[in-house]
């Protein structure tokens, strides 16, 4: 590898700091210390009690998020600064102080007493729903004065709470949506609308569950806390680092070894964790410098962490929340989304696996020595009972069909269970090895009262952890409810078919283009979540409409998965991708050179949607029966064979991005692996809908994927440059 091809990875050190600013938005969030640091803490703690509370004995579902929404908005306000801390405002604040030595300088830290009133009153406009439930349904479509100015005041803080912890992308979307129910009557005609008066906005937006308290918030408050709060209780018991410590010891021996750890361990977390930008933050801290060490350059090594944390929100059973909100939207079981959302999500990941190992043998990786890495077996079941809580939660959800709820309460609690039990065994261990530091330990009583402290102190940590960490998620579903909201009451949905019918001029794949682009330029600045919610509430309506029109039956779990894979890609889409800024902070690169080698490598998951549009098997859906419902694909044999024929094509698109397969690949060879995956995936574009003749093309992608690896590989070992 040449000098020019390397980054420099001198110092390992970590920015922590520069990696805390980026989080799911854009501001910095505040940890102030004393009383005020107390209440927040104490805050966030009772939030986790209430989810788990209602988790047990279920409230009335509008009141309950009313609650829900009352807590996110009050530590949004209070742990988010109204103006975040850039080195330009620095600059500004020492000019400040130069020209007026006088003046107090202001403690970034510190919560000012303006921000108390502001999240005070957004903290009424939440709590009134429930305080005056009775009262609003009675008077339902007929709200008071006091109704409408409480609504409309709370819509602007609302919108407010939603620019300080994400960004100006969503607050703004908003605005846009909401001045579009005033102005109908002066746009064009295809938007026009006749106009929809200010009470009746409100009362749709702030006092109906068509708006603000709709389905997102509803699944926000249901199902999303609780998964939230498992995967911060076993970060907080030490699952992360196990994930990372048994990833390295089951692959770290071979070719790139720390790189396709990080593939394996991003994966493990991204299953619980559900953010792209938390999971590089996780596990990115150990894996980015060991891939620098062994000669991944820097940006490379921060765009693998990328990749593999991006798609760790395609695995089930969390997908980043989304799989919840799909669910309730499409009103199918939770079992549905996950059984469609499988195979494509593992694919996903096998080809990065094997993109991982392309970029080893092309620059020659080395492994780690087999005596600096930890024994398998003893690394592995040092840490097995963190497996018991997850599988649990898949037993649970997939096999005996449990609800979500009771699913994640269950495994929320076998996490409690095991982080006492792993503390106080600890403790009683150090009682009974003592060592030359401490001979005398103590007692086995004084042992286990001291395990039950640390990992009571631990839950609490993990339940202040997980309330922190959901502010801003719930915070953007209920501003997502806004547009969503916006759609159902002045009908824009129709005109958005319109104006994509128009514009891609009837044509489905340039339809499915458009989406696409649409989903990564808004993903760019909205979170995960609310991307889909957007994008579902507009485009994927388009998607079955317009393919109906073109004769292509597509389930609308399809549209609605097509959607949330490229609202996911947006991470680590240049020039705003979150992740690929949170990973470059790690590995000390250029965001923007880690954000489009993280978009590369993540081309073969870009290709997927299209595929299962118009190969509905990768999604194990057979067709669509006459009243809509999903006939499932239940036979064994071609469940193997689409896993087969994916497991082809997902490789044979990696080889031909990377240029590389046994040996580098010519233009010739790259263009013959694309007619390999086209065959593999799509053989109907070439013979049609007879299954016979799709099943010879395919077998004939194998036999020529085969032929080619051989090939080049006896070409490597006698010496000879490709084309």
């Given at each position: 590898m040449s000098s020019?091809d390397?980054d420099?990875?001198?110092?390992?050190?970590?920015d922590?700091e520069?990696l805390?600013?980026?989080?799911?938005?854009e501001?910095k969030?505040?940890?102030?210390g004393?009383p005020i640091g107390g209440?927040?803490?104490?805050l966030?703690l009772?939030?986790s009690?209430?989810?788990?509370?209602?988790?047990?004995?279920p409230?009335?579902?509008?009141?309950?998020?009313?609650i829900?929404?009352?807590?996110a908005?009050?530590?949004?306000?209070?742990a988010f600064p109204?103006i975040?801390?850039?080195?330009?405002l620095?600059?500004l604040n020492a000019?400040?102080q130069?020209?007026f030595?006088?003046r107090?300088k202001?403690?970034?830290?510190?919560i000012p007493w303006?921000d108390?009133?502001i999240?005070?009153l957004?903290a009424?406009?939440?709590?009134?729903?429930?305080?005056d439930?009775?009262?609003?349904?009675e008077?339902s479509?007929l709200p008071l004065?006091?109704d409408?100015?409480i609504?409309?005041?709370?819509v602007l803080?609302?919108l407010?709470?939603?620019?300080r912890?994400?960004?100006?992308?969503l607050?703004a979307l908003?605005?846009v949506?909401l001045?579009y129910?005033?102005?109908?009557?002066y746009?064009?005609?295809?938007?026009a609308?006749?106009?929809i008066?200010?009470e009746?906005?409100?009362d749709?937006?702030?006092?109906s569950?068509?708006?603000?308290w709709?389905?997102p918030l509803?699944?926000?408050?249901d199902?999303?806390f609780?998964f939230?709060?498992?995967?911060?209780?076993l970060?907080?018991?030490?699952?992360a680092?196990?994930?990372?410590?048994v990833a390295y010891a089951?692959?770290?021996r071979f070719r790139?070894?720390?790189?396709k750890?990080?593939?394996l361990?991003?994966g493990l977390?991204?299953?619980v964790?559900g953010?792209?930008?938390?999971n590089?933050?996780t596990?990115?801290?150990?894996t980015?410098?060991l891939?620098k060490r062994v000669?991944?350059?820097?940006?490379?090594?921060?765009?693998v962490?990328?990749g593999?944390?991006?798609n760790?929100q395609?695995?089930p059973p969390v997908?980043?929340?989304?799989?919840?909100?799909?669910a309730?939207?499409l009103g199918l079981?939770?079992?549905d989304?996950?059984?469609?959302a499988?195979i494509?999500?593992?694919?996903s990941?096998i080809?990065?696996?094997?993109?991982?190992h392309?970029?080893?043998?092309?620059?020659?990786?080395?492994?780690i020595p087999q005596?600096e890495?930890?024994?398998?077996?003893i690394?592995?079941?040092k840490g097995?009972?963190?497996l018991?809580?997850?599988l649990?939660l898949?037993?649970?959800?997939?096999i005996l069909?449990?609800?979500?709820?009771?699913?994640?309460?269950n495994?929320?609690l076998l996490?409690?269970?095991i982080?006492v039990?792993q503390?106080?065994v600890?403790?009683?261990?150090a009682?009974?090895?003592?060592?030359?530091d401490?001979?005398?330990?103590?007692?086995?009583?004084q042992?286990?009262?001291?395990g039950?402290?640390?990992s009571i102190?631990?839950i609490?940590?993990g339940?202040?952890?997980?309330?922190?960490?959901?502010?801003?998620?719930a915070?953007?579903?209920?501003a997502a409810?806004i547009i969503?909201g916006?759609?159902t009451?002045t009908g824009l949905s129709?005109?958005f078919?319109e104006?994509?019918?128009?514009?891609?001029?009837?044509?489905v794949v340039?339809m499915?283009?458009l989406?696409a682009?649409t989903?990564?330029?808004l993903?760019?600045?909205?979170p995960?979540?609310?991307?889909?919610?957007?994008m579902?509430?507009?485009?994927?309506?388009v998607?079955?409409t317009?393919g109906g029109?073109?004769?292509?039956v597509?389930?609308v779990?399809?549209?609605h998965?097509?959607?949330f894979y490229?609202?996911?890609?947006?991470d680590?889409?240049?020039?705003v991708?979150l992740?690929?800024?949170?990973a470059?902070?790690?590995?000390?690169?250029d965001?923007?050179?880690?954000?489009i080698?993280?978009f590369t490598?993540?081309?073969r998951?870009?290709i997927?949607?299209?595929?299962f549009?118009?190969?509905l098997?990768?999604?194990?859906?057979?067709g669509?029966?006459?009243?809509?419902a999903?006939?499932w694909?239940t036979?064994m044999f071609?469940v193997?064979?689409v896993?087969?024929?994916?497991?082809?094509a997902m490789?044979?698109f990696a080889?031909?991005m990377q240029g590389f397969f046994a040996d580098?690949?010519?233009?010739?060879?790259?263009?013959?692996?694309l007619?390999?995956?086209?065959a593999a995936f799509?053989?109907?574009?070439?013979?049609?809908?007879?299954d016979s003749?799709?099943m010879?093309v395919?077998f004939?992608?194998?036999?020529?994927?085969?032929?080619l690896y051989?090939?080049?590989?006896?070409?490597r070992?006698t010496?000879?440059a490709?084309?």
């Amino acid at each position: 590898m040449s000098s020019s091809d390397r980054d420099d990875t001198a110092g390992e050190t970590v920015d922590l700091e520069a990696l805390a600013e980026l989080g799911e938005g854009e501001g910095k969030t505040r940890s102030p210390g004393g009383p005020i640091g107390g209440f927040l803490w104490l805050l966030a703690l009772s939030w986790s009690l209430f989810q788990l509370r209602i988790a047990y004995d279920p409230i009335n579902s509008v009141i309950a998020r009313s609650i829900h929404l009352t807590f996110a908005v009050l530590l949004v306000y209070l742990a988010f600064p109204a103006i975040r801390r850039t080195a330009t405002l620095e600059r500004l604040n020492a000019l400040m102080q130069q020209l007026f030595p006088g003046r107090r300088k202001r403690d970034p830290v510190k919560i000012p007493w303006y921000d108390f009133i502001i999240a005070a009153l957004a903290a009424c406009g939440t709590a009134y729903l429930a305080w005056d439930y009775a009262g609003i349904i009675e008077r339902s479509g007929l709200p008071l004065a006091r109704d409408v100015w409480i609504g409309g005041a709370f819509v602007l803080l609302l919108l407010e709470s939603a620019r300080r912890s994400l960004g100006l992308a969503l607050p703004a979307l908003g605005t846009v949506f909401l001045v579009y129910c005033f102005v109908g009557p002066y746009l064009p005609r295809f938007l026009a609308h006749p106009g929809i008066p200010f009470e009746f906005v409100v009362d749709h937006m702030y006092l109906s569950d068509s708006g603000i308290w709709g389905v997102p918030l509803g699944v926000s408050t249901d199902f999303v806390f609780l998964f939230v709060l498992f995967g911060a209780l076993l970060d907080r018991a030490g699952a992360a680092e196990y994930f990372v410590q048994v990833a390295y010891a089951m692959v770290g021996r071979f070719r790139g070894g720390p790189a396709k750890a990080a593939v394996l361990a991003s994966g493990l977390t991204g299953m619980v964790s559900g953010s792209s930008i938390a999971n590089v933050a996780t596990t990115g801290t150990f894996t980015i410098p060991l891939m620098k060490r062994v000669g991944l350059p820097a940006y490379k090594a921060g765009a693998v962490e990328v990749g593999a944390s991006t798609n760790g929100q395609l695995l089930p059973p969390v997908m980043g929340a989304a799989a919840f909100i799909m669910a309730e939207f499409l009103g199918l079981p939770y079992i549905d989304v996950v059984t469609a959302a499988a195979i494509p999500a593992v694919l996903s990941y096998i080809a990065l696996l094997y993109v991982v190992h392309l970029e080893a043998l092309k620059l020659n990786l080395s492994a780690i020595p087999q005596e600096e890495l930890p024994p398998f077996w003893i690394t592995f079941l040092k840490g097995v009972h963190f497996l018991i809580p997850i599988l649990a939660l898949i037993y649970t959800l997939v096999i005996l069909r449990f609800s979500a709820i009771s699913a994640a309460f269950n495994a929320i609690l076998l996490t409690l269970a095991i982080m006492v039990i792993q503390r106080v065994v600890q403790s009683c261990a150090a009682v009974l090895r003592p060592s030359p530091d401490n001979p005398a330990p103590g007692s086995l009583v004084q042992a286990v009262l001291q395990g039950l402290a640390v990992s009571i102190r631990e839950i609490l940590q993990g339940c202040v952890s997980g309330a922190r960490n959901m502010a801003p998620i719930a915070v953007a579903t209920a501003a997502a409810g806004i547009i969503v909201g916006t759609v159902t009451l002045t009908g824009l949905s129709s005109r958005f078919i319109e104006a994509i019918e128009i514009i891609s001029l009837g044509n489905v794949v340039l339809m499915l283009i458009l989406t696409a682009v649409t989903s990564l330029i808004l993903g760019m600045g909205l979170p995960t979540t609310a991307n889909y919610i957007v994008m579902a509430t507009l485009t994927a309506p388009v998607i079955v409409t317009l393919g109906g029109q073109a004769g292509l039956v597509i389930p609308v779990l399809a549209a609605h998965l097509f959607v949330f894979y490229f609202g996911i890609l947006a991470d680590d889409t240049p020039p705003v991708g979150l992740a690929a800024f949170a990973a470059s902070a790690i590995a000390g690169s250029d965001p923007i050179r880690t954000g489009i080698q993280g978009f590369t490598y993540d081309l073969r998951t870009a290709i997927l949607p299209f595929v299962f549009i118009f190969n509905l098997e990768l999604l194990l859906i057979a067709g669509v029966a006459s009243d809509g419902a999903i006939i499932w694909l239940t036979d064994m044999f071609s469940v193997v064979w689409v896993i087969l024929n994916g497991l082809v094509a997902m490789m044979a698109f990696a080889a031909a991005m990377q240029g590389f397969f046994a040996d580098r690949c010519g233009w010739p060879e790259r263009i013959l692996l694309l007619a390999i995956c086209v065959a593999a995936f799509r053989p109907a574009l070439l013979v049609g809908d007879t299954d016979s003749l799709r099943m010879a093309v395919q077998f004939g992608a194998w036999v020529v994927f085969a032929g080619l690896y051989l090939l080049q590989r006896r070409r490597r070992g006698t010496g000879l440059a490709a084309a």
